[in-house]
Every structure is written in structure tokens, then in C-alpha cells.
């Protein structure tokens, strides 16, 4: 089983950035999924999360409005969009995936990991 995470790069305050993340040996249909960060000095947080049953999101705070999670099941991926970007949002992306959805909070629960991509916000 592997996820792996792409589309990280650098980026001007107020761009945008689309990561992906594809699946192998597991149908992400049957997930809930997740993306998370961490910040250089910080703990990890929960930024989006998609349950697989009803398609429901939820988002952290800091990026309500502006980050949008989406999943591709004929591609067996998961994306998110990420607009208005400040260079708060800089860290190390992660995507992640667990049969059971343990909202934004409970990182540590998530089976599936990709190995992360690093975005950075600056002028």
C-alpha cells in the first residue's frame, strides 16, 4: 500500500498550488481522507478531511474558503487546491487515508501516509 504526494513547490503570497496524491494497492473510495502539515518547529495539524460514505469535508480554520479537498475515484487520487496562499501555509503536506474518519484532530490514527511535499510561500 502506498500513497504518494506531488505538487508541492514555492509560490508568491495570494498564488495557488493543486497537490495530488495517488493510491496504490488500496481503492480510496473506501477511505476517508485526509491532508495534514507540519511547519518547520510545529506539530502536525489537520487541514481537510473527506469522509468516503457521504463526501463530507471539513477544514481547519486557517483555511476555510480557501483550500477545497477533492477525491478522483476513476483515478484513484486525492487532490487539494489550495488559493490565496500565505506564507503561513508553508510547511510539509501530507496525505493520508483510513477506513474510519478521525476528523482533523487524531493524525496519529490515520493508517496510510504519503510521504510528504513541501510548500512554500514567498515573495
Known amino acids: 500500500v502506498q500513497l504518494q504526494a506531488s505538487g508541492g513547490g514555492l509560490v508568491q503570497p495570494g498564488g495557488s498550488l493543486r497537490l495530488s496524491c495517488s493510491a496504490l494497492g488500496l481503492i480510496l473510495d473506501n477511505f476517508a481522507i485526509c491532508w495534514f502539515r507540519q511547519a518547520p518547529g510545529k506539530e502536525r495539524e489537520g487541514v481537510s478531511c473527506?469522509?468516503?460514505?457521504?463526501?463530507?469535508?471539513s477544514y481547519a480554520d486557517s483555511v476555510k474558503g480557501r483550500f477545497t479537498i477533492d477525491r478522483d475515484n476513476a483515478k484513484n487520487a486525492m487532490y487539494l487546491q489550495m488559493n490565496s496562499l500565505k506564507p503561513e501555509d508553508t510547511a510539509v503536506y501530507y496525505c493520508?487515508?483510513?477506513?474510519?474518519?478521525?476528523?482533523?484532530?487524531?493524525?496519529?490514527?490515520?493508517?496510510?501516509w504519503g510521504q510528504g511535499t513541501l510548500v512554500t510561500v514567498s515573495s
Open positions: 493520508a487515508a483510513d477506513p474510519i474518519n478521525y476528523g482533523l484532530e487524531f493524525w496519529t490514527m490515520y493508517d496510510y
Open positions: 473527506m469522509s468516503s460514505n457521504n463526501g463530507q469535508t
